[in-house]
């Protein structure tokens, strides 16, 4: 996968892009990162990118030209399908399910914004998608993409070390991941749960699977609607929620 970005502030990409599984993700050349400075194509000599918005009102606007033209230098540089995704607080809400979707194309390009917003041309001509990662505003979109890319790239074949890894993620299943636990058996008095020392495979999966419900019942109930469910699964539900 090739993914572009575009911001005002690459340097804030550094620390994040050049540790731990993204790094190594770039090492085995599963993904090529590359982050692009808008301003360098803004095409006038002061390299502004923002000006006064039409009708008055509070704040900048981001200019067309800038991410216009950049968008179109790396456009002639690729001839296959690429998403160009806007990272802004009106976007759709991003999800396990859309980083899935992503993860299976060859080239992403994500633009980071600041000041007060874009101007809409940019959304109604450039972009294809529109993301947000939640009911908030940050300062810009470099810590939007940050969370976009690095949940995208750990899905990508070979990034992590076992399929599984991602694929009993919370979210990945529908529901929130089961409690784990590892060495010592006893720490402090607090036990591992017999159930994981027994070795009876089915008895440690139906444990998992009733404590992933359980603890989405208790912290994310909404997620339930959307997954489809066995009778005595419901019915282990409906017990638990009794005693809430």
């Known amino acids: 996968m090739n993914i572009h970005i575009l911001s005002l502030f690459p340097e804030m990409f550094t620390g994040v892009f050049n540790s731990s599984i993204l790094k190594k993700a770039q090492e085995k050349e599963e993904v090529a990162i590359n982050v692009v400075n808008f301003r360098d194509f803004s095409g006038n000599k002061h390299h502004q990118v923002d000006d006064y918005p039409y009708g008055g009102g ?3 606007v981001l200019k067309p030209e800038p991410i216009f033209n950049a968008v179109e230098a790396l456009i002639t540089q690729r001839e296959h399908k690429r998403r160009i995704i806007l990272l802004c607080p009106q976007g759709e809400r991003f999800t396990q399910q859309k980083a899935e979707e992503l993860a299976n194309e ?5 633009i980071c914004g600041h000041y007060e917003g874009y101007d809409e ?8 998608d529109e993301i947000s990662i939640g009911d908030f505003v940050l300062t810009g979109g470099e810590l939007a993409a940050m969370t976009v890319v690095d949940s995208v790239v750990r899905l990508l074949p070979n990034v992590l070390g ?9 979210f990945s299943t529908g529901l929130l991941e089961h409690p784990h636990y590892t060495r010592p058996v006893e720490f402090r008095g607090y036990k ?23 603890r989405t019942v208790e912290r994310r109930p ?7 469910l066995e009778e005595a699964e419901i019915q282990f539900i409906n017990e638990l929620k009794s005693k809430l």
């Open 58 to 60: 509070a704040g900048m």
């Open 106 to 110: 060859e080239e992403l390009l994500l």
């Open 121 to 128: 041309r940019i959304r109604e001509h450039l972009v294809t």
């Open 162 to 170: 076992k399929a599984e890894s991602h694929e009993q993620d919370s």
């Open 192 to 214: 591992v749960p017999d159930v994981l020392l027994s070795g009876n495979h089915a008895a440690i999966d139906k444990w998992r699977r009733e404590q992933s419900l359980k």
């Open 222 to 228: 909404d997620l339930l609607d959307r997954v489809e």
